[in-house]
């Protein structure tokens, strides 16, 4: 099982964002974004992506600037 090193937690709604810092087994560092919805007011349905170490500057990158792009 992955350790979780490091959470936060963003409700927003009727959706959780769970924001996790893991590591692997063999020790290479990832970020892991959820997000729990609630369908129909009984079934939660959750989705999530992970972002490991080598690609998450270019991640950031993109996220920067769709950021810069939503403010406009």
Excluded: C
Excluded at 21 to 42: A, D, F, M, P, Q
């Amino acid at each position: 099982m992955n350790k979780v090193i490091f959470s936060e937690k963003l409700q927003a709604g009727s959706k959780t964002y769970f924001f996790d810092i893991r590591k692997t087994k063999r020790g290479s560092k990832y970020l892991r974004i959820s997000e729990s919805r609630l369908l129909n007011n009984k079934i939660r349905r959750k989705s999530d992506i992970a972002i490991f170490n080598d690609h998450f500057q270019d991640f950031k990158r993109i996220i920067d600037k769709m950021y810069n792009k939503l403010m406009e």
